[in-house]
């Protein structure tokens, strides 16, 4: 199989972790026989520094010409603390979600038991733990209208959301709770908030064509405290971007296995795969930056193009690694292994 | 001294625990010599049953003419479930902020070292915990305007911010910072919305009137986060109407003394105090509500009048009868207290 990948590994410890789940990909094209063919390009704080846009046109085109794309992280801390500058590198990526249609962000949160001391929970609580977020993307308050009022002293961000934008990305958590534990929870505030109904209606209506799928509603605020109380309970969160924001990044530390974190960003036409942490600009150049998120985003890829068994490989040797204590500083703190000896030992695994 | 507090006991535990709160207040009435003059009224969903109304014009009369409002608890699993019910309990208590101008809710979390062990978090990362989340109460998605456009299937809410919302409440959470540990952190999600730009604005211009107070910027998602990480990092968190729904929630269970959490909600000419907990219809009607987390909230209802020894005498007694474990089964499990005996040992110390 021959398959495009738009690279776009940005800033920090993008470019790092990205190399190694590169070179785990071409283990895997190797040994199953595959054509994988990279194409880099630019984003984050980099493009801007290079061409003054986060996300060059340039770059978009290449990710229109590809089957998916592998995207590192941005961010930079000389724009942090700036959110009225007039370019800032997360505009980049609000603007790859939209231009791109990624309405689609996946999320799997799992406990790894060798991890598991490292999750600020206690361990009886977590333990076991397995959900995935749905999250969606391109819509909400995030993409309304927002500006100002009169002589600027009112601001104002519209959330909107219609029943198509809802129906897309339930339909694909619905699917993803199939195969799983079959619990769907749609995380809403639908006791104060007319978007929020929408989407319970909507939700609502297309539940008896998943007879086999439970689902469950939960109000936001209630999602926050349970996340903490009892993460166990849930299998498919689905949500709305804002709620997906916040809900998303809480369960991603409750396991205490950032670092291990892969996500997905589906549309239409193409994907996008990119570890949860961050461009972490203090580890950035030290090759301590633990690549196991990027691979496993690049084994989410595999599956999104249906190559379950290289998909499921990967992921057999990440957990191999992990168990054997191969790790980074983030995870084995008394012998860490470097970022590239991380990646050495799974490719080699493959 | 005399004031006038309007009773608004509520549905579920309401009654039980308020009827606690009540005779506190009167031990304290008696000790120091003042007059507390109560005066009930309907709310909630007792309230939708006697009159179709989850807060009657007469309950918001009541209000108007008392000096504070002592509220129990609003909301019926039978209302549950069904967002889309013409009339709902919750209503009621947007209705009574919006009415009263109750623009600032602010809600302590303090760790008790010996009800550490009920705590999700491990021992180490939440001992120690001290913070209270300012949040904006009358104002945002809330209260902007919502509906639904062209056949319906578009829905939409918007979030709206003045300059004087965001300076009144944050005036008093700059205050606040002064005698505890001076730190205010600002939660938002500037990076995206507009309203989160004002609010950085607004609150960047008012600093240099706090010197004394160091001021710190935190995107929601990333508190989301560091609210499990490192919660003791936290002193005065102040936020927008939605955030802190979602905030205050998760940081209301970090501790594990749900059961004890008051709050207060302050307006231009009043002020109301009640529970964090809600309704917890279940317990009703048992006698094993924890009483204490409405008590406290008298408490604030005291330091509201000024009454600083009265409010402090009643935490000491609440923090007494703890030590003792002298609790509902909430916190002794083994030898659980009933509601009425806690309100009988509080009362007593004082
Ligand atoms: C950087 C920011 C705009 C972005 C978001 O809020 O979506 C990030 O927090 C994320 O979750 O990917
Ligand atoms: C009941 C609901 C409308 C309310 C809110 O969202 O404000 C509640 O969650 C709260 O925090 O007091």
Redo the contacts with the bound molecule.
Sequence with gaps: MKQKIAVLSGDGIGPEVISQAIKVLDAVAQKFNHQFEYTNALAGAIAIDKTGNPMPDETLQVCLESDAILFGA??DPKYDNDPNAKVRP?QG??KI?KEMGLFC?IRPVTTYESLIAKSPLKEDRVRGADLVVYRE?TGGI?FGEKGRKGDGSIAYDNCEYSVEEIERISKLAFEAAQPRRKKLTLVDKANVLETSRLWRDVVKKMAPKYPDVEVDFLFVDNAAMQMIVNPTQFDVILTE?MF??II??EASVITGSLGLLASASIGAKTAMFEPCHGSYPQAAGKNIANPAATILSAAMMLDYFKLFDEANLIREAVQSSIDKGLSTVDINSEKPLSTTAVGDIVANYI
Tied chains: 1, 2.
Excluded: K, T
Aim: proline fraction near 0%.
């Design positions: 941005i961010g997360e990526l609000l979600r962000n993307l995030y971007n997906g924001d998303s990044d």
